[in-house]
């Protein structure tokens, strides 16, 4: 299994709030990514990383935002969490990423984030 | 833009029952497909992946064959077990693209 943690793993908060989540690997991977999985959508591409400190948007990333600052962490920012945020989110890596289109991406555990 | 299609479920099988989950894609070029599996409570794992057209990808008794004159890569496993209970996605990643665009699910029951 790929060394990807995940914290906290459940968290309850109040809209309007801020809440940070945290994904932490080992395996020392160039690429990182957010998603987030609803009933329905199956998973949805929140932001990436492809470098410290390099960070680009993806499908559904308005209300979220990213850092980066060392390899192995690549933190999810909800900048004032909305109920329509309640969902599960999960962290990805991968070796490669753009040029490597069979790139496979391994997955964390998964933060269940509620909304009230 | 890239998309995926799979079958809905939920799909209940009695145990060695034969399992197909159809999944089709539309995206330009040629990207790699793959099927992931999510357990109760856990997060995805990479099942089997294909990454040209007729490459079959395999394993633990799974296997998807990359049609690209179909654009499908069905899942299918001969004898299914209890254990192989869990949530079924299909995905492809395009060629020049960093994010894997899924399949919206399907939820596989096996009863004894």
């Known amino acids: 299994d790929a060394g990807i943690t995940q914290s906290p793993r459940h968290k309850v908060t109040e809209t309007g709030t801020p809440v940070t989540l945290r994904c932490h690997q080992t395996e020392n991977h160039r690429y990182m990514y957010w998603y987030r999985q609803d009933p329905g959508h199956g998973l949805r591409l929140i932001h990436y990383s492809y470098g410290v400190k390099d960070t680009d948007k993806g499908e559904v990333s308005d209300g979220y935002s990213v850092s980066r600052s060392k390899t192995e962490d690549f933190l999810l920012t909800l900048e004032s969490a909305t109920s329509s945020q309640t969902s599960v989110y999960f962290c990805?890596?991968?070796?490669?990423?753009?040029?490597?289109?069979?790139?496979?991406?391994?997955f964390g555990p998964g933060t269940r984030l509620l909304v009230l | 833009g890239d998309s995926v299609t799979q079958m809905e479920g939920p799909v209940t099988l009695s145990e060695e029952a034969f399992l197909t989950i159809n999944c089709t894609y539309t995206?330009?070029?040629?990207?790699?497909l793959f099927w992931y599996v999510q357990y109760p409570g856990e997060g995805l794992q990479l099942l089997l992946k294909a990454t040209k057209a007729d490459d079959k990808g395999s394993n633990k008794g799974f296997e998807a064959t990359y049609r690209k004159e179909t654009t499908s890569f069905h899942l299918e496993k001969g004898s299914v077990q209890v254990s192989d209970s869990a949530v079924y996605f299909c995905?492809?990643?395009?060629?020049?693209?960093?994010?894997?665009?899924f399949g919206k699910g399907t939820k596989l029951s096996v009863i004894p």
């Open positions: 995206a330009t070029g040629y990207p790699s």
């Open positions: 990805a890596i991968s070796e490669s990423g753009f040029y490597g289109g069979e790139e496979t991406q391994y």
């Open positions: 995905a492809l990643k395009g060629a020049g693209s960093y994010q894997l665009t």
